[in-house]
């Protein structure tokens, strides 16, 4: 069986590792596929990796066919809201089987300050309500909808250089993730941030910024995830997504 990842997460690297290890029963062909938006992205250490767009839906759909794919399993970020809706698409007219891999969202615990939007413009003017001195975590891509704030400092944390449109008022972190509490902590005094922002992607490697968040009384600006594609199964778990896989080969 041909199993195509729709990858670029921590989720998706433990899958495609799961599925090809010497010990799986059995090991399944596996192609993880990846944005390419990152100039060195974390590749998975077993199955085949293809970067780089399909060419919408019908090139999604065409590349499945070309390539005897099986089965999908969309493991990409949560906010990664064009290519589940074309996985979901694809899927459906190759009439093959598609699950969503998604990690849980994050749930605010007492002490917390969330304050939830629905969007990166809403968030932008929500951050410029509550603090002057603003830590941006929601990746470069969506700096435009910040660039017309000129009063805000913007501290903004991400793998690659961002480019314009952004605000005026900029310094960029390059790192990533996963993220110490300590470090977060350290982060936030030395730049005395007054507000974060970030979206709702879940998981642990950056969850730490909302724990120091809260330790500092500093209000978070937290964009909602887009919904799953309708009638799509959805897990949350690496196991549950592997068996899922496994089964369809009869195992």
Same mark, same amino acid.
Do not use: N, Q
């Given at each position: 069986?041909?199993?195509?990842?729709?990858?670029?997460?921590?989720?998706?690297?433990?899958?495609?590792?799961?599925? !090809?290890?010497?010990?799986?029963?059995?090991?399944?062909?596996?192609?993880?596929?990846?944005?390419?938006?990152?100039?060195?992205?974390?590749?998975? &250490?077993?199955?085949?990796?293809?970067?780089?767009?399909?060419?919408?839906?019908?090139?999604?759909?065409?590349?499945?066919?070309?390539?005897?794919?099986?089965?999908?399993?969309?493991? !990409?970020?949560?906010?990664?809201? !064009?290519?589940?809706?074309?996985? &979901?698409?694809?899927?459906?007219? &190759?009439?093959?089987?598609?699950?969503?891999?998604?990690?849980?969202?994050?749930? $605010?615990?007492?002490?917390?300050?969330?304050?939830?939007?629905?969007?990166?413009?809403?968030?932008?003017?929500?951050?410029?309500?509550?603090?002057?001195?603003?830590?941006?975590?929601?990746?470069?891509?969506?700096?435009?909808?910040?660039?017309?704030?000129?009063?805000?400092?913007?501290?903004?944390?991400?793998?690659?250089?961002?480019?314009? $449109?952004?605000?005026?008022?900029?310094?960029?972190?390059?790192?990533?993730?996963?993220? !110490?509490?300590?470090?977060?902590?350290?982060?936030?005094?030395?730049?005395?941030?007054?507000?974060?922002?970030?979206?709702?992607?879940?998981?642990?490697?950056?969850? $730490?910024?909302?724990?120091?968040?809260?330790?500092?009384?500093?209000?978070?600006?937290?964009?909602?995830?887009?919904?799953?594609?309708?009638?799509?199964?959805?897990?949350?778990?690496?196991?549950?997504? &592997?068996?899922?896989?496994?089964?369809?080969?009869?195992?």
């Amino acid at each position: 069986m041909h199993l195509l990842i729709l990858g670029g997460t921590t989720e998706a690297r433990r899958l495609a590792e799961e599925l !090809t290890s010497p010990s799986a029963a059995p090991p399944l062909r596996v192609t993880s596929s990846l944005a390419g938006r990152v100039a060195a992205p974390r590749l998975p &250490a077993g199955g085949e990796v293809r970067i780089g767009g399909f060419g919408g839906v019908e090139g999604l759909t065409r590349w499945l066919g070309e390539h005897r794919v099986d089965a999908v399993i969309d493991a !990409t970020h949560p906010f990664a809201e !064009t290519i589940s809706s074309h996985a &979901a698409c694809a899927a459906r007219d &190759a009439a093959i089987p598609l699950l969503v891999l998604r990690r849980p969202a994050w749930a $605010p615990t007492e002490g917390d300050d969330w304050h939830r939007v629905p969007g990166l413009p809403e968030a932008a003017e929500t951050a410029a309500r509550l603090g002057r001195r603003v830590f941006l975590t929601t990746g470069r891509m969506g700096l435009a909808a910040f660039a017309h704030l000129a009063d805000p400092w913007f501290l903004v944390r991400s793998v690659d250089p961002p480019e314009p $449109p952004h605000p005026p008022r900029l310094e960029v972190l390059l790192d990533r993730g996963p993220f !110490t509490l300590d470090g977060e902590r350290e982060l936030l005094r030395r730049y005395a941030v007054d507000v974060l922002v970030t979206k709702d992607s879940g998981g642990a490697a950056t969850a $730490p910024k909302l724990t120091a968040a809260r330790e500092a009384a500093i209000p978070v600006v937290i964009v909602d995830r887009p919904p799953t594609p309708p009638g799509t199964p959805v897990t949350t778990t690496v196991p549950e997504a &592997a068996a899922w896989a496994r089964a369809l080969t009869g195992h």
